[in-house]
């Protein structure tokens, strides 16, 4: 497992597959009546239950600012979450982000800030990004952010949403908004990504994680199309000079499974990087 599964994770799982790691715990954290007088408010909702779903207008009077409030609380979560990693980045394939539909709420489309900033999409043709968890009913108050607006879409629509994009050939990156808590999922390309082009042409470290596969190509199975080659954003692939066909450089693989879409006669499988002794410690 990597760092961030051993930090984050629960029983022996991928840290994205918590549920723990869906809601931040300010959400969590209601206002009594005595708070709610010192911040000068009238509460509309009981303290402490408040349902998330369909709840904005409750979760807004319920909820508070404990770096405000009690700065000595706030400290004291800061140093329980802040451990290692502040932001937190690591590639999935198709079947982890629509697993991952099924664990959190509520799940929106948005546009990408960094394909509209490299090839200047509208807003119509750039929704390719996607916001979850509870920060979600809020998102109008940073509409910079949240350019062109948000689009709800329910667990099998984001599902659907998630083929769609991987057929683009889009790599799916699952992202924290202060580690440990999932935020959002990044449907991206190099080198429009700007998280890809830091590791990748700037070997910054932890901006992106490899994610916990590996791609493996049978050469008996494989015909030599090179179709899968497309694919790649990483250089993971290359032609064999004797056989003409494909092989992975495991070295350079993050793991996306990108390559399997346009493989008709299913020669690519992923392995578990943690079962190939040569890669198992390259995050």
Same mark, same amino acid.
């Given at each position: ?216 190509? #049978?050469?008996?199975? /494989?015909? &030599? +199309?090179?179709? %899968?080659?497309?694919? =790649? !954003?990483? *250089? @993971? ?11 992975? #450089?495991?070295?350079? /693989?993050? &793991? +996306?499974?990108? %390559?399997?879409?346009? =493989? !008709?006669? *299913? @020669? ?16």
């Amino acid at each position: 497992m990597c760092e961030p599964c051993d930090m984050y994770g629960k029983d022996g799982d991928y840290w994205y597959f918590n549920p723990e790691n869906y809601a931040r715990r300010i959400y969590k954290w209601r206002k009594t009546a005595t708070e709610t007088t010192v911040a000068g408010e009238n509460p509309s909702a009981e303290p402490g239950d408040a349902s998330l779903i369909g709840a904005m207008g409750a979760m807004q009077t319920a909820t508070i600012d404990m770096k405000v409030l009690d700065p000595e609380r706030y400290a004291e979560q800061v140093k329980e979450e802040g451990k290692t990693f502040r932001g937190l980045a690591q590639v999935v394939t198709l079947e982890e982000a629509q697993k991952m539909m099924e664990i959190c709420w509520p799940i929106t489309a948005m546009t990408c800030a960094c394909r509209r900033m490299t090839k200047a999409l509208k807003d119509e043709e750039n929704f390719t990004c996607m916001g979850m968890g509870p920060g979600m009913y809020k998102w109008e108050r940073w509409p910079q952010i949240y350019h062109g607006g948000v689009q709800f879409l329910t667990p099998d629509e984001a599902k659907d949403y998630l083929v769609k994009l991987n057929k683009m050939g889009l790599v799916h990156i699952a992202e924290t908004h202060g580690a440990p808590y999932t935020g959002g999922i990044c449907n991206c390309e190099m080198p429009l990504c700007g998280q890809l082009r830091a590791r990748l042409e700037h070997n910054v470290p932890y901006v992106v994680k490899k994610g916990h596969f590996v791609a493996q190509i #049978d050469p008996d199975t /494989c015909n &030599g +199309c090179l179709h %899968c080659m497309g694919r =790649c !954003h990483f *250089d @993971a692939l290359r032609i064999h000079s004797g056989t003409r066909k494909v092989v992975v #450089d495991a070295f350079k /693989c993050f &793991g +996306c499974g990108n %390559c399997r879409y346009p =493989c !008709h006669v *299913d @020669a690519i499988t992923m392995a578990e990087r943690t079962t190939l002794p040569t890669v198992k410690d390259m995050w």
